[in-house]
């Protein structure tokens, strides 16, 4: 049953976190089911005027918790997250729910195995609601398709929810659950979790496997949350090497969720207001959300140093498009045919079928070279500090999506030029809440661990959350 709290007519019961929700479902004071039934209620209310699902699971998830229910009820059961309901990106196959990847030659299509990351999910005792927005195949920093309605900003519903993990950070700030997967080639979970105002983790190349995929070089699933403990958690349910897998991290010391209360000690912070980009092309507010967030790693006794960090230039740009291209131009087979997907898809898949095995090797040194020269940097420093986006999120519509796709991709870039190179070298990287600008939008910071050290990133960003935090802050819808 629902106590105290769990009955407000606030909904308030929506954002307490998810640690907390499986810490009363094993207390026996807070039950799955009603939980859950919550939650649809608050998404068929509230998602029509969000599109943060494209595909509810409704009587998937009452089936799931009345499992939960039992099992609670039974012999015990060492699920730690047992009950607690969570959304899935719709990029992820899950067994026995629509699965669309954005693209409307799969309305229908319903999976009949579960992406490794989604069995670890359910595993560990989750209850998914359903498929949250995304860009067809996701190749996008903003959840626009043709085939769905799009993924609006909770705090200003004209705008973008950002992309590719749009619809996940939309239904997380929004209460619409308590916490999300997503996943992230350049920026894909830290786009939308600045401009959503909810924190998100882009763990190390190799931390989570794609599997049964084979593993991509820049795309990472990863956990999004309204806090630094649960998001850690939820890292130490994805990660772990499956049989397969062309890369691997090496295992942590101690799990994540324990980094969370734990001190970071004094770090060395590189810090940049603008790497890579003019003063003038960085909105103020987020620039200020990086000066203000060093002030306080200062004032909490780290040395902070102002420094110029390596940064994507016009050259890496384009030699990572034409990887990007290639490696979608490869899996074409698998798609619907061409002449259903979106343009932006076709252009790029057209363009990756010109794209010659030597170029293509080419531009794989290119970036590992560029990997080298990148990581070498934090032979100084424990960790980077940057704004995570340049800009506040486009009007829904703003960025229109015609054939000449290509022509795109600079205006694309710009609103987020400070991420993509941490999918380069693979390594680990968050979004921080750090306030809000004249509008009412959100702003963050970015930081930057070194190689496999996301324990460091997560120390550092629950200090800054016990300092500053922000899982009070409520969204206009919500």
């Given at each position: 049953m629902f106590r105290g709290m769990f009955m407000s007519e606030t909904d308030e019961f929506a954002f307490t976190p998810a640690l907390e929700q499986a810490r009363l479902i094993r207390a026996g004071d807070l039950s799955p089911v009603e939980l859950t039934e919550r939650y649809l209620e608050r998404i068929d209310r509230l998602n029509p005027q969000l599109g943060a699902y494209l595909t509810v699971a409704s009587e998937f998830a009452r089936d799931a918790a009345a499992r939960a229910e039992q099992a609670r009820h039974g012999d015990g059961t060492d699920a730690p997250f047992l009950g607690v309901p969570i959304s899935i990106k719709d990029l992820n196959d899950t067994a026995g729910i629509r699965t669309t990847a954005g693209t409307a030659a799969w309305a229908d299509r319903i999976p009949e195995h579960d992406d490794a990351v989604v069995a670890r999910i359910k595993r560990a005792g989750f209850v998914i609601l359903g498929k949250t927005n995304t860009p067809e195949f996701g190749p996008l920093n903003v959840s626009e398709t043709l085939a769905y309605p799009p993924g609006r900003n909770p705090w200003d519903p004209t705008r973008s929810c950002g992309g590719s993990s749009g619809g996940a950070a939309a239904a997380l700030a929004a209460g619409l659950c308590p916490i999300s997967q997503g996943s992230d080639g350049g920026g894909s979970i830290?786009?939308?979790?600045?401009?959503?105002?909810?924190?998100?983790?882009?763990?190390?190349?190799?931390?989570?496997?794609?599997?049964p995929r084979s593993m991509q070089h820049f795309s990472?699933?990863?956990?999004?949350?309204?806090?630094?403990?649960?998001?850690?958690?939820?890292?130490?349910?994805?990660?772990?090497?499956?049989?397969?897998?062309?890369?691997?991290?090496?295992?942590?010391?101690?799990?994540?969720?324990?980094?969370?209360?734990?001190?970071?000690?004094?770090?060395?912070?590189?810090?940049?207001?603008?790497?890579?980009?003019?003063?003038?092309a960085i909105a103020p507010a987020h620039r200020r959300a990086c000066e203000n967030a060093a002030a306080l790693l200062e004032a909490l006794g780290h040395e902070v140093i102002p420094a110029d960090p390596p940064a994507f230039d016009p050259e890496l740009l384009a030699r990572t498009s034409l990887i990007f291209a290639a490696n979608h131009a490869s899996r074409a087979e698998q798609?619907?045919?061409?002449?259903?997907?979106?343009?932006?898809?076709?252009?790029?898949?057209?363009m990756g079928r010109t794209v010659s095995a030597t170029d293509y090797v080419a531009a794989m040194h290119d970036v590992e070279a560029t990997a080298r020269r990148v990581v070498a940097f934090f032979d100084d420093f424990d960790v980077l500090l940057t704004p995570t986006v340049a800009q506040p999120p486009p009007a829904v519509g703003a960025l229109e999506f015609a054939d000449d796709f290509l022509a795109k991709v600079p205006e694309l870039f710009a609103l987020t030029p400070f991420t993509a190179m941490w999918n380069l070298t693979g390594q680990p990287a968050v979004s921080i809440p750090f306030g809000f600008d004249d509008d009412g939008l959100p702003v963050a910071a970015q930081l930057v661990g070194r190689p496999a050290d996301e324990a460091t990133l997560i120390r550092v960003s629950a200090q800054v959350e016990a300092a500053r935090p922000w899982a009070h802050h409520r969204p206009p819808i919500s």
């Amino acid at each position: 049953m629902f106590r105290g709290m769990f009955m407000s007519e606030t909904d308030e019961f929506a954002f307490t976190p998810a640690l907390e929700q499986a810490r009363l479902i094993r207390a026996g004071d807070l039950s799955p089911v009603e939980l859950t039934e919550r939650y649809l209620e608050r998404i068929d209310r509230l998602n029509p005027q969000l599109g943060a699902y494209l595909t509810v699971a409704s009587e998937f998830a009452r089936d799931a918790a009345a499992r939960a229910e039992q099992a609670r009820h039974g012999d015990g059961t060492d699920a730690p997250f047992l009950g607690v309901p969570i959304s899935i990106k719709d990029l992820n196959d899950t067994a026995g729910i629509r699965t669309t990847a954005g693209t409307a030659a799969w309305a229908d299509r319903i999976p009949e195995h579960d992406d490794a990351v989604v069995a670890r999910i359910k595993r560990a005792g989750f209850v998914i609601l359903g498929k949250t927005n995304t860009p067809e195949f996701g190749p996008l920093n903003v959840s626009e398709t043709l085939a769905y309605p799009p993924g609006r900003n909770p705090w200003d519903p004209t705008r973008s929810c950002g992309g590719s993990s749009g619809g996940a950070a939309a239904a997380l700030a929004a209460g619409l659950c308590p916490i999300s997967q997503g996943s992230d080639g350049g920026g894909s979970i830290r786009n939308p979790s600045a401009w959503c105002g909810t924190f998100g983790i882009k763990p190390s190349r190799g931390r989570v496997s794609d599997a049964p995929r084979s593993m991509q070089h820049f795309s990472i699933n990863g956990p999004m949350g309204r806090t630094v403990a649960d998001t850690a958690a939820l890292l130490d349910v994805m990660a772990g090497y499956v049989v397969g897998d062309t890369y691997f991290a090496p295992p942590p010391v101690r799990p994540f969720a324990e980094e969370a209360g734990r001190e970071p000690g004094r770090l060395r912070v590189a810090w940049h207001p603008h790497p890579g980009v003019e003063a003038g092309a960085i909105a103020p507010a987020h620039r200020r959300a990086c000066e203000n967030a060093a002030a306080l790693l200062e004032a909490l006794g780290h040395e902070v140093i102002p420094a110029d960090p390596p940064a994507f230039d016009p050259e890496l740009l384009a030699r990572t498009s034409l990887i990007f291209a290639a490696n979608h131009a490869s899996r074409a087979e698998q798609y619907p045919p061409l002449d259903t997907v979106a343009p932006w898809n076709r252009t790029m898949i057209e363009m990756g079928r010109t794209v010659s095995a030597t170029d293509y090797v080419a531009a794989m040194h290119d970036v590992e070279a560029t990997a080298r020269r990148v990581v070498a940097f934090f032979d100084d420093f424990d960790v980077l500090l940057t704004p995570t986006v340049a800009q506040p999120p486009p009007a829904v519509g703003a960025l229109e999506f015609a054939d000449d796709f290509l022509a795109k991709v600079p205006e694309l870039f710009a609103l987020t030029p400070f991420t993509a190179m941490w999918n380069l070298t693979g390594q680990p990287a968050v979004s921080i809440p750090f306030g809000f600008d004249d509008d009412g939008l959100p702003v963050a910071a970015q930081l930057v661990g070194r190689p496999a050290d996301e324990a460091t990133l997560i120390r550092v960003s629950a200090q800054v959350e016990a300092a500053r935090p922000w899982a009070h802050h409520r969204p206009p819808i919500s």
